[in-house]
Nanobody
Framework: QVQLVESGGGLVQAGGSLRLSCVDS????????GGWFRQAPGKERELVAA????????YYTDSVKGRFTISRDNFKNTVYLQMNNLKPEYTAVYYC?????????????????WGQGTQVTVSS
């Protein structure tokens, strides 16, 4: 059973960087695609980035391309989100998720498990 725990959130100034980590204590994350979502106050949760089980394929929403990098270490059952050049509008709770392919390709993904979220606040 996947049990996801995020860490690495915090308060950072605009232009700064943070690295989020998501560990699966159930040690099965390497069997799932990994993803990061965010939810700002009053807004719907949105997918930010996703990564294939093997790590060779990734997806990013347009607004974070060139700023965020998703990666994974399957030996550590961990998925990371490196966030650079942060903007105040990126302030949100960031959630890690694990999922399986929804069709014949690795993406889109049916998300099955979620972490509790970590707060990211970017000050101007």
């Amino acid at each position: 059973q996947v049990q996801l725990v995020e860490s690495g959130g915090g308060l950072v100034q605009a232009g700064g960087s943070l690295r989020l980590s998501c560990v699966d204590s159930g040690r099965t994350f390497n069997n799932y695609a990994g993803g990061w979502f965010r939810q700002a106050p009053g807004k719907e949760r949105e997918l930010v980035a996703a990564i294939r089980t093997t790590g060779v394929s990734t997806y990013y929403t347009d607004s974070v391309k060139g700023r965020f990098t998703i990666s994974r270490d399957n030996f550590k059952n961990t998925v990371y989100l490196q966030m650079n050049n942060l903007k105040p509008e990126y302030t949100a709770v960031y959630y890690c998720a694990a999922g399986v392919r929804a069709g014949t390709s690795w993406y889109p993904i049916t998300w099955r498990s979620w972490g509790q979220g970590t707060q990211v606040t970017v000050s101007s």
